[in-house]
C-alpha cells in the first residue's frame, strides 16, 4: 500500500462487501500477560490432549511478529455460519463447506481488493483467534469462551490478516454484555473455552457447580480451561482411537452444539446469507440407517470440500455406531 497508514474504513467497507459481519482492526503487539500465563498453564496441564501442535510454537503464538516479522497490524474478520437447515447428527458449523477454504478465498480478495501487504490465517497457524478478536473489538467473550458478535452472537467464523503497515485506527474491546438465561435442556458436554479477561463471568466448572434451573454445566470446563479430554467436538473430531465409555453422543455424531446454544447470545443468531456454509440436500435427506450403512464411496462424496473430512471415514463411522447405539437407550434426548 502506498499510504503511510492502513484505511481502516476502507479495509471494514471491503470486508462487508465481501460478506464478513465484522472487521476490527488491532495493534500487532505481544499477547497480554495475563492471558499468556493463563495459556501457558492450561498445555502443563495437558488439556490440549492428543493437539500437539498446540504445544508447538508457543512463544510464536503470543508474540506476532515472531509468525510474521515486520506485522504491525491484526486485522480480525468474521463470517456468520448459522445454517438455515441443519442435517441432525452433525454439528452447525460443518453442515456446508469447509470454513477454511470460504474464508481464504475472501480473505485473499479483500487483501487484494485493498492493497494490503501481508498474510492471511484461517485456524491454520499459531495465531490466538479470539483473543485477537476480543482485542480489536468485533465481538465480546461469552461466560463460555466463545466470542460474540453483536446481531449474530457466537456462530461466527474468524480469521485474521497479519499486515505489515500501521493503521490510522484501532479498535478496542467490547465490555461484556448480559444475556438471557440458557436453556436448561441444553445442558451437557460441549466445547468451552477458557475466558480472556477475568470480568467475564465463567459457566459453572466440574470442581464449582452451582446446579439449579438455567445453570450450564460442561465437565470439560475447569477453573484453569477447557479439558479437551472431556470435550464431545474434541473426542469426535480430533481423537483418534476409541471414544472413552463416558462420551454421550445422543445429539450428535460430529462436533457438539449443547454448549454454543446453551451460551445466551445463541439468541441473536440467525441463518446467514453465504451460500457457501448450507447443506446440501442429500447431506439434509441422510436418516439414521442411511448413516449406519454409510460406505467410504459415499463418505467421499457426502464430504467433499467439507470440515467433516478432518474426522476421516473411520472416526466418523466409530462415532456414528456409538451415537446409534446411544439413541436406542436414550432417544427422547
Known amino acids: 500500500m502506498s499510504s503511510a497508514s492502513l484505511n481502516s474504513q476502507d479495509i471494514k467497507a471491503q470486508a462487508q462487501r465481501l460478506g464478513f459481519v465484522a472487521c476490527g482492526l488491532a495493534k500487532a503487539e505481544p499477547v497480554d500477560e495475563s492471558f499468556a500465563a493463563r495459556f501457558r498453564r492450561w498445555l502443563e496441564l495437558d488439556y490440549c490432549g492428543e493437539m500437539d501442535y498446540m504445544r508447538r510454537n508457543v512463544e510464536m503464538r503470543l508474540k506476532p511478529d515472531l509468525l510474521v516479522p515486520g506485522v504491525k497490524t491484526i486485522v480480525s474478520l468474521a463470517m456468520n455460519f448459522m ?8 454439528s452447525l458449523y460443518a453442515q456446508g463447506r469447509d470454513y477454511h477454504d470460504v474464508l481464504r478465498e475472501r480473505m485473499q ?3 487484494t481488493a485493498c492493497g494490503l501487504e501481508g498474510r492471511c490465517f484461517v485456524d491454520t497457524a499459531p495465531v490466538l483467534e479470539r483473543y485477537w ?6 465481538g465480546t467473550i461469552t461466560s463460555g469462551g466463545f466470542i460474540s458478535v453483536p446481531g449474530y452472537g457466537p456462530t461466527v467464523f474468524l480469521g485474521e490478516l497479519f499486515l505489515t503497515a500501521e493503521a490510522d485506527q484501532y479498535g478496542e474491546p467490547r465490555p461484556p454484555q448480559p444475556g438471557p438465561t440458557p436453556n436448561p435442556s441444553l445442558v451437557g458436554r460441549g466445547v468451552v473455552t477458557s475466558q480472556v479477561e477475568k470480568q467475564h463471568a465463567p459457566l459453572p466448572t466440574r470442581e464449582g457447580n452451582g446446579g439449579g434451573s438455567g445453570t450450564f454445566f460442561c465437565p470439560a470446563l475447569t477453573p484453569e480451561g477447557l479439558d479437551a479430554r472431556l470435550c464431545i467436538s474434541y473426542q469426535t473430531i480430533e481423537h483418534r482411537g476409541p471414544l472413552p465409555e463416558e462420551i454421550q453422543l445422543r445429539r450428535t455424531f460430529y462436533g457438539c452444539d449443547r454448549c454454543l446454544r446453551a451460551t445466551p447470545q445463541f439468541a441473536e443468531s440467525h441463518p446467514t446469507a453465504e451460500p457457501a456454509f448450507q447443506p446440501s440436500e442429500a447431506l439434509l435427506q441422510m436418516t439414521p440407517d442411511d448413516w449406519q450403512n454409510l460406505t467410504e464411496e459415499q463418505y467421499r462424496q457426502l464430504f467433499k470440500g467439507s470440515a467433516v473430512k478432518r474426522a476421516k471415514y473411520d472416526g466418523l463411522k466409530r462415532n456414528i455406531e456409538r451415537w446409534l447405539e446411544q439413541k436406542k437407550t436414550s432417544p427422547s434426548r
Not at 445454517?83 to 452433525?90: D, F, H, K, L, R
Open 83 to 90: 445454517p438455515s437447515e441443519q442435517q441432525p447428527g452433525i
Open 109 to 111: 480478495e479483500l487483501m
Open 133 to 138: 478478536a476480543w482485542r480489536s473489538g468485533i
